[in-house]
């Protein structure tokens, strides 16, 4: 699981907010009179104009990837488990390796795509995994500067009409594609725009990269918006719906669910204070906020388990049309009634929150807390990050050019409630009127009863378990590390694998994610942070008797490593996803009796991961979260920025702010190291 995004995706993301800022400013006298403007801002490129010439992402040569698979298992395992490693890796390679390596390239040529693209779609909705805590990541908004703007109601109105005028833009092919400029001053001109779009999308990835530009992919896009991951028995299912039946959002409150018609019939989106009182009029439904078992709470469960349930479900009519009207609705809004403050408060309402007040499923979730303070939560098997992290940056823009205003009183509608014997299931979602909550209904059976409680009970447990530290600091930046002449992502990294070296004494497994979105389809490649190079360092910290010149020595080596190795993975050269194609051939030819490298026990270890890792640059990021992928994992969420840096670490009851802690000292005494040497 991963939130990073690369450098090309923010470059392009920046681009695009700072163009998007100057039409927001000239339109904001037209905000306060009525319906909102469409679009956050025009593009003479349309949006997905680069699509049908981007490039594919190629199949590595099995020889390489084999030379890094044993570089980067080598220190994972003992000299004994390794000599077995490479017995593994030579058998494979004069054996199944060439065979599966030729069946995946001939599998590549037939499609226009990255060669394990449908494959990745496949390993996460076969994944039977709760999604909470093992798969949705959070991204946390700074806070509005005026206190009017963080109420809630407001603020929840003001993201809302941005999310609109985003979803407008991009479903109308205005968004600014993302581009990669290595020249801004080349190609960020009229000229490129113009030659760039009388081009046929067939060739115009070609005429950018003439202007030294590079579009990026941004199939992830489609999936942003009207979309929900559906449980099924073995392999779930991401549903599109489409404009005509997306006009709505789904507002959860407690354990209530709520219709909101936030576009007219002619697709205009409906102004910010009709949207205020919408949400005004769910805030104060309080008899009903808590009246029904929490259905959301099946989202977190095993997803056979939600398979079965949503079944059982769906037996009923009225409990089909709700379900049908959280499914297609543009995505879910949640008015959580915590007031989360510190760090770990945040981190916990925004990633997790009780369980019944969300509606994990869905694309994304915008969460309000009561304070004011604003997260995006998402699903992630439609995509990873990419299109997430241009929404947040851009209808944060947005929302914070929104002039701060009185809280709207007057004109707040009654919640108009669905009936519980479903007779009002065909009017559909906007059958209340437009700005006009509905409450829906679920019927609940004693089974269905039953499981709800026992779906809330079983996530409690999980959670009583989760642990969050916390490492924040200004003694670094991006600024002095660059005047110290190293990277601020590999300084941060090598802090993990000391911090880790110190609490447990082995280098352990750790997943770094880089973008391939430089390339069609391209999803992630991973960032293997735990080099050879990396190991020697954290051992040297660890050695007394190691001179100061030495260890500096060895850690500016690791972390240019792991610059090297990160240009590799942006570039689709890394190892991961090449093993995990030819894996699953291997697997569709006969599972019980796969090859050696893949049996082997440092497979085992390298994918086992102990330290995952995810790293994002916004002004517009609080920060970020996501859970522990196994029971011995550290995760940790980190961005540093001019400013300074910081560090989540979340576990299983391992020490968590111990760790925290001692990676504080760990960069204490790199950064000593560094100066003197």
């Not at 000599?83 to 599966?100: I, M």
């Amino acid at each position: 699981m991963t939130m990073m995004m690369s450098s090309l995706t923010a470059t392009a993301t920046r681009r695009g907010a700072a163009k998007r800022a100057v039409a927001t400013a000239s339109r904001m006298g037209v905000r306060a009179m009525g319906t909102l403007p469409p679009y956050l801002h025009e593009t003479k490129i349309p949006t997905f104009h680069f699509q049908d010439s981007l490039p594919k992402l190629k199949v590595p040569k099995l020889e390489e990837t084999l030379e890094k698979y044993e570089y980067f298992t080598k220190p994972m395992v003992s000299e004994e488990e390794f000599e077995q490693t490479r017995k593994a890796v030579a058998e494979f390679k004069s054996g199944a390796g060439p065979s599966l390596q030729e069946e995946l390239i001939a599998l590549d040529k037939k499609e226009y795509s990255s060669f394990y693209n449908q494959m990745w779609f496949d390993m996460y909705l076969k994944s039977r995994d709760p999604l909470p805590l093992n798969f949705n990541p959070q991204l946390t908004f700074v806070d509005e500067t005026d206190p009017k703007k963080m109420d809630q109601a407001a603020r929840t109105a003001n993201l809302l009409g941005s999310s609109l005028r985003f979803y407008r833009t991009l479903e109308d092919g205005k968004l600014i594609p993302d581009i990669f400029h290595i020249e801004p001053k080349r190609s960020q001109t009229r000229t490129y725009e113009m030659v760039c779009s009388m081009l046929p999308r067939q060739l115009s990835f070609y005429g950018s990269y003439y202007f030294n530009a590079y579009p990026l992919d941004m199939s992830q896009y489609k999936g942003l918006f009207s979309s929900t991951r559906i449980p099924h028995q073995g392999r779930d299912e991401i549903r599109k719906f489409s404009a005509a039946q997306s006009k709505h959002v789904v507002v959860q409150r407690g354990t209530a669910f709520y219709t909101v018609q936030v576009l007219n019939d002619d697709m205009s989106i409906v102004d910010h204070e009709t949207l205020e009182r919408s949400i005004r009029s769910i805030l104060q439904d309080d008899k009903n906020a808590n009246a029904q078992p929490p259905l959301g709470a099946l989202t977190t469960m095993e997803r056979d388990a939600w398979a079965d349930a949503r079944l059982a479900l769906e037996k009923n009519p009225a409990n089909k049309a709700t379900l049908e009207a959280i499914d297609s609705a543009l995505f879910a809004v949640c008015l959580d009634e915590a007031k989360p403050e510190s760090y770990q408060e945040i981190a916990g309402v925004m990633l997790h929150g009780n369980g019944r007040n969300r509606w994990f499923d869905k694309s994304f979730q915008l969460i309000v807390a009561a304070n004011g303070k604003a997260c995006v939560n998402f699903e992630h098997a439609w995509g990873d990050g990419v299109a997430v992290l241009r929404y947040f940056n851009e209808i944060h823009t947005d929302a914070t050019a929104v002039p701060a205003r009185e809280p709207v009183v007057s004109g707040i509608p009654e919640v108009v409630a669905s009936g519980p014997s479903g007779a009002d299931a065909g009017a559909g979602p906007a059958a209340a009127g437009v700005g006009v909550p509905k409450r829906l209904h679920i019927d609940f059976d004693g089974d269905l009863t039953s499981r709800v409680e026992k779906a809330g009970k079983d996530f409690d447990a999980v959670v009583s378990k989760l642990e969050v530290g916390t490492f924040e600091t200004e003694t670094f930046s991006k600024k002095s590390l660059k005047d110290l002449n190293v990277g601020g992502d590999g300084f941060m990294q090598m802090g993990f694998q000391l911090a880790h070296e110190r609490c447990n004494g082995f280098t352990p497994a750790t997943y770094e994610s880089a973008s391939t979105a430089a390339f069609k389809h391209g999803r992630t490649e991973t960032i293997r942070s735990a080099t050879p190079e990396a190991a020697a360092f954290a051992k040297a910290f660890c050695n007394d008797s190691v001179s100061d010149e030495e260890r500096a020595k060895l850690l500016r080596t690791a972390i240019k490593r792991h610059g090297s190795i990160t240009k590799d993975a942006l570039m689709g050269k890394g190892m991961d996803r090449h093993l995990f194609a030819l894996r699953v051939l291997a697997e569709q030819r006969d599972a019980n009796r796969l090859p050696a490298i893949y049996t082997d026990k440092a497979y085992q270890v390298i994918n086992k991961i102990i330290l995952s890792t995810s790293t994002l640059s916004s002004d517009a990021l609080f920060a970020g979260g996501f859970g522990p992928v196994n029971q011995d994992c550290y995760a940790l969420a980190y961005g540093i920025s001019n400013v300074g840096a910081r560090t989540a670490v979340a576990t299983y009851g391992l020490g968590s702010q111990n760790f925290a802690d001692e990676l504080e000292k760990a960069y204490q005494d790199m950064i000593e190291v560094l100066k003197k040497a």
